[in-house]
Protein backbone atom coordinates (compact mmCIF):
# COMPACT_ATOMS: atom_id res chain seq x y z
CA UNK A 1 0.00 0.00 0.00
CA UNK A 2 0.69 3.73 -0.11
CA UNK A 3 3.20 5.23 2.28
CA UNK A 4 3.14 8.25 3.71
CA UNK A 5 5.82 10.17 5.42
CA UNK A 6 5.36 13.48 7.68
CA UNK A 7 8.92 15.40 8.62
CA UNK A 8 9.46 16.72 11.10
CA UNK A 9 8.53 13.79 14.12
CA UNK A 10 8.45 16.66 16.57
CA UNK A 11 8.72 20.35 16.77
CA UNK A 12 9.36 22.34 19.34
CA UNK A 13 8.52 26.03 18.82
CA UNK A 14 8.65 29.66 20.29
CA UNK A 15 5.30 31.46 20.19
CA UNK A 16 5.73 34.10 17.30
CA UNK A 17 7.71 31.96 15.44
CA UNK A 18 7.10 30.24 11.73
CA UNK A 19 7.14 26.61 10.50
CA UNK A 20 6.92 24.32 7.79
CA UNK A 21 5.60 20.40 8.39
CA UNK A 22 6.22 18.24 5.05
CA UNK A 23 4.73 14.79 3.88
CA UNK A 24 5.62 12.84 1.54
CA UNK A 25 3.56 10.06 -0.26
CA UNK A 26 4.82 7.11 -2.19
CA UNK A 27 1.90 6.96 -4.83
CA UNK A 28 -0.42 8.73 -6.90
CA UNK A 29 -3.17 10.13 -4.85
CA UNK A 30 -6.82 11.34 -5.21
CA UNK A 31 -7.19 13.53 -2.34
CA UNK A 32 -5.03 14.92 0.49
CA UNK A 33 -6.22 16.34 3.62
CA UNK A 34 -4.09 18.10 6.19
CA UNK A 35 -5.44 17.55 10.23
CA UNK A 36 -5.15 19.26 13.59
CA UNK A 37 -5.42 16.84 16.19
CA UNK A 38 -6.31 18.85 19.29
CA UNK A 39 -5.05 17.83 23.15
CA UNK A 40 -8.03 16.46 23.71
CA UNK A 41 -7.76 14.20 20.73
CA UNK A 42 -10.00 16.03 18.10
CA UNK A 43 -9.23 15.49 14.51
CA UNK A 44 -10.09 19.25 13.06
CA UNK A 45 -9.80 19.37 8.98
CA UNK A 46 -7.53 22.13 7.94
CA UNK A 47 -7.54 21.36 4.26
CA UNK A 48 -8.48 19.57 1.53
CA UNK A 49 -5.79 20.11 -0.85
CA UNK A 50 -5.41 17.38 -3.67
CA UNK A 51 -3.18 19.97 -5.59
CA UNK A 52 -2.27 23.62 -5.47
CA UNK A 53 -2.58 25.66 -2.76
CA UNK A 54 -4.65 27.05 0.07
CA UNK A 55 -4.32 29.79 2.55
CA UNK A 56 -6.60 30.03 5.85
CA UNK A 57 -5.36 32.54 8.14
CA UNK A 58 -2.19 32.35 9.32
CA UNK A 59 -2.08 28.08 7.83
CA UNK A 60 -1.35 27.75 4.21
CA UNK A 61 -0.48 24.39 2.12
CA UNK A 62 0.77 23.76 -1.22
CA UNK A 63 0.50 19.97 -2.77
CA UNK A 64 2.79 19.15 -5.72
CA UNK A 65 1.14 15.84 -6.38
CA UNK A 66 3.47 15.06 -9.73
CA UNK A 67 6.69 15.36 -7.35
CA UNK A 68 4.39 13.37 -4.29
CA UNK A 69 4.40 15.70 -1.53
CA UNK A 70 2.94 18.34 0.45
CA UNK A 71 3.57 21.52 2.77
CA UNK A 72 2.14 23.17 5.64
CA UNK A 73 2.61 26.17 6.58
CA UNK A 74 2.37 27.83 10.25
CA UNK A 75 2.77 31.40 10.28
CA UNK A 76 3.23 33.69 13.86
CA UNK A 77 2.51 30.31 15.78
CA UNK A 78 0.17 30.63 18.84
CA UNK A 79 0.27 28.30 21.54
CA UNK A 80 -3.06 26.99 20.36
CA UNK A 81 -1.43 25.40 17.37
CA UNK A 82 0.26 22.89 19.89
CA UNK A 83 -1.02 19.32 18.94
CA UNK A 84 -0.57 16.47 16.27
CA UNK A 85 -0.67 17.63 12.78
CA UNK A 86 -1.75 14.96 10.51
CA UNK A 87 -1.23 14.36 6.50
CA UNK A 88 -3.78 11.55 5.19
CA UNK A 89 -4.25 10.64 1.24
CA UNK A 90 -7.09 9.09 -0.90
CA UNK A 91 -5.98 6.50 -3.18
CA UNK A 92 -8.40 4.77 -5.25
CA UNK A 93 -8.70 0.96 -3.82
CA UNK A 94 -12.04 0.51 -4.45
CA UNK A 95 -12.81 2.98 -1.23
CA UNK A 96 -12.28 6.70 -0.35
CA UNK A 97 -10.10 5.39 2.59
CA UNK A 98 -7.97 7.86 4.35
CA UNK A 99 -4.39 6.59 4.69
CA UNK A 100 -2.72 8.90 7.48
CA UNK A 101 1.05 9.46 8.46
CA UNK A 102 2.62 9.04 12.06
CA UNK A 103 2.09 12.91 12.37
CA UNK A 104 4.01 15.99 13.58
CA UNK A 105 3.84 17.09 17.12
CA UNK A 106 4.38 20.70 17.64
CA UNK A 107 4.88 22.18 20.98
CA UNK A 108 4.33 25.92 20.75
CA UNK A 109 5.70 27.18 23.77
CA UNK A 110 5.37 30.75 25.27
CA UNK B 1 -25.15 22.18 11.82
CA UNK B 2 -24.02 19.14 14.16
CA UNK B 3 -20.79 17.37 13.68
CA UNK B 4 -20.33 13.80 13.69
CA UNK B 5 -20.94 12.31 17.23
CA UNK B 6 -20.00 8.95 18.74
CA UNK B 7 -20.77 6.99 21.93
CA UNK B 8 -19.83 6.35 24.47
CA UNK B 9 -16.57 8.81 24.77
CA UNK B 10 -15.23 5.98 26.81
CA UNK B 11 -16.18 2.47 27.63
CA UNK B 12 -14.02 0.26 29.90
CA UNK B 13 -14.88 -3.60 29.75
CA UNK B 14 -13.45 -7.22 30.17
CA UNK B 15 -11.68 -9.05 28.19
CA UNK B 16 -14.11 -11.64 26.40
CA UNK B 17 -17.22 -8.96 26.85
CA UNK B 18 -18.79 -7.71 23.40
CA UNK B 19 -18.80 -3.92 22.94
CA UNK B 20 -20.88 -1.77 20.80
CA UNK B 21 -19.77 1.60 19.62
CA UNK B 22 -22.22 4.16 17.97
CA UNK B 23 -21.75 6.65 15.41
CA UNK B 24 -24.03 9.55 14.09
CA UNK B 25 -22.89 11.30 11.13
CA UNK B 26 -23.40 14.62 9.57
CA UNK B 27 -26.57 14.56 8.62
CA UNK B 28 -26.74 14.01 4.21
CA UNK B 29 -23.58 12.44 4.48
CA UNK B 30 -23.72 9.48 2.18
CA UNK B 31 -20.22 8.25 3.13
CA UNK B 32 -19.48 6.63 6.58
CA UNK B 33 -15.78 5.48 7.39
CA UNK B 34 -14.25 3.89 10.91
CA UNK B 35 -10.62 3.73 12.02
CA UNK B 36 -9.11 2.82 14.45
CA UNK B 37 -6.01 5.20 16.47
CA UNK B 38 -3.60 3.34 18.55
CA UNK B 39 -1.54 5.73 21.02
CA UNK B 40 1.44 7.65 19.30
CA UNK B 41 0.06 6.53 15.71
CA UNK B 42 -1.80 8.36 12.76
CA UNK B 43 -5.74 6.83 12.43
CA UNK B 44 -5.62 2.99 10.45
CA UNK B 45 -8.93 2.31 8.46
CA UNK B 46 -10.96 -0.22 9.33
CA UNK B 47 -14.20 -0.17 6.73
CA UNK B 48 -16.43 2.50 4.78
CA UNK B 49 -20.05 2.35 3.86
CA UNK B 50 -21.61 3.80 1.08
CA UNK B 51 -25.26 4.30 1.91
CA UNK B 52 -26.23 1.18 3.95
CA UNK B 53 -23.78 -1.37 2.68
CA UNK B 54 -20.36 -2.03 3.63
CA UNK B 55 -18.02 -1.02 0.42
CA UNK B 56 -14.65 -1.85 1.56
CA UNK B 57 -14.36 -3.95 4.94
CA UNK B 58 -10.62 -4.54 4.31
CA UNK B 59 -9.11 -2.82 7.17
CA UNK B 60 -10.83 -5.36 9.77
CA UNK B 61 -8.11 -6.74 11.78
CA UNK B 62 -10.54 -10.47 11.97
CA UNK B 63 -13.93 -11.37 12.19
CA UNK B 64 -14.19 -10.57 15.85
CA UNK B 65 -15.17 -6.90 14.06
CA UNK B 66 -18.27 -6.05 12.75
CA UNK B 67 -20.31 -3.05 11.41
CA UNK B 68 -23.80 -1.86 10.28
CA UNK B 69 -25.56 0.58 9.03
CA UNK B 70 -29.04 -0.25 8.74
CA UNK B 71 -30.63 2.67 7.37
CA UNK B 72 -28.22 4.40 5.79
CA UNK B 73 -27.21 6.75 8.50
CA UNK B 74 -26.28 5.36 12.04
CA UNK B 75 -23.56 2.99 12.03
CA UNK B 76 -22.55 0.31 15.22
CA UNK B 77 -18.97 -0.74 15.20
CA UNK B 78 -19.56 -4.60 17.13
CA UNK B 79 -16.38 -6.53 19.18
CA UNK B 80 -17.08 -9.80 20.24
CA UNK B 81 -14.72 -11.23 22.58
CA UNK B 82 -12.39 -8.39 23.15
CA UNK B 83 -8.93 -8.58 23.69
CA UNK B 84 -6.41 -6.53 25.53
CA UNK B 85 -4.81 -5.65 22.09
CA UNK B 86 -8.33 -4.05 20.96
CA UNK B 87 -7.81 -1.02 23.32
CA UNK B 88 -7.66 1.83 21.22
CA UNK B 89 -9.40 5.21 20.21
CA UNK B 90 -12.22 4.01 17.62
CA UNK B 91 -12.91 7.40 15.04
CA UNK B 92 -15.97 7.63 12.77
CA UNK B 93 -16.02 10.32 10.29
CA UNK B 94 -18.59 10.91 7.44
CA UNK B 95 -18.41 12.67 3.92
CA UNK B 96 -20.09 13.61 1.27
CA UNK B 97 -20.00 11.80 -2.19
CA UNK B 98 -21.69 13.12 -5.24
CA UNK B 99 -20.94 11.79 -9.10
CA UNK B 100 -17.85 9.71 -7.74
CA UNK B 101 -16.17 12.51 -6.31
CA UNK B 102 -14.97 12.56 -3.05
CA UNK B 103 -15.14 15.26 -0.40
CA UNK B 104 -13.43 16.33 3.07
CA UNK B 105 -14.13 13.49 5.74
CA UNK B 106 -15.07 15.37 9.08
CA UNK B 107 -14.19 13.13 12.00
CA UNK B 108 -16.25 12.35 15.41
CA UNK B 109 -14.19 12.63 18.86
CA UNK B 110 -13.78 8.99 19.31
CA UNK B 111 -14.81 6.79 21.47
CA UNK B 112 -11.99 5.39 24.11
CA UNK B 113 -11.67 1.78 24.56
CA UNK B 114 -10.34 0.02 27.23
CA UNK B 115 -10.06 -3.70 27.41
CA UNK B 116 -9.07 -4.62 31.07
Known amino acids: GIQVEQSPPDLILQEGANSTLRCNFSDSVNNLQWFHQNPWGQLINLFY???GTKQNGRLSATTVATERYSLLYISSSQTTDSGVYFC????????????FGKGTKLSVIP | GAGVSQTPSNKVTEKGKYVELRCDPI?????LYWYRQSLGQGPEFLIYFQGTGAADDSGLPNDRFFAVRPEGSVSTLKIQRTERGDSAVYLC??????????????FGPGTRLTVL
Open chain 1, 88 to 99: AVETWAGSYQLT
Open chain 2, 93 to 106: ASSLLAGGRTDTQY
Open chain 1, 49 to 51: IPS
Open chain 2, 27 to 31: SGHTA
